[in-house]
């Protein structure tokens, strides 16, 4: 069983910039895939960002590519995501999940664990 724990969330301006961070615990970290998720008011979850077991793949969806930057410590068993150049359409709960087969899957069915998630909210 893995136990995942968001932080860093909050308010800030656009343009700003946030990093989020997940520590995961209970599980062999460095075998998982990681992936951050996002679920706005009123709408579904939606895939933002994942990487690989290793830490060498990563994917983006095209409304972060270039602004969203994923990586991972698994010395630290912590997944971040820096987030700079904030708009207010990136307002959201930001969860992180883990994926056993440790290749990024868009899909949030593929994904085993999940954190609580974490407020970002973006003012204009």
């Known amino acids: 069983q893995v136990q995942l724990v968001e932080s860093g969330g909050g308010l800030v301006q656009a343009g700003g910039s946030l990093r989020l961070s997940c520590a995961a615990s209970g599980g062999t970290f460095s075998t998982y895939a990681m992936g951050w998720f996002r679920q706005a008011p009123g709408k579904e979850r939606e895939f933002v960002c994942a990487?690989?077991?290793?830490?060498?793949?990563?994917d983006y969806v095209d409304s972060v590519k270039g602004r969203f930057f994923i990586s991972r410590d698994n010395a630290k068993n912590t997944v971040y995501l820096q987030m700079n150049s904030l708009k207010p359409e990136d307002t959201a709960v930001y969860y992180c999940?883990?994926?056993?087969?440790?290749?990024?899957?868009?899909?949030?069915?593929?994904?085993?664990?999940w954190g609580q998630g974490t407020q970002v909210t973006v003012s204009s």
């Open positions: 999940a883990a994926e056993a087969s440790g290749y990024i899957i868009r899909s949030s069915r593929a994904y085993d664990y």
């Open positions: 990487i690989n077991w290793s830490g060498g793949r990563t």
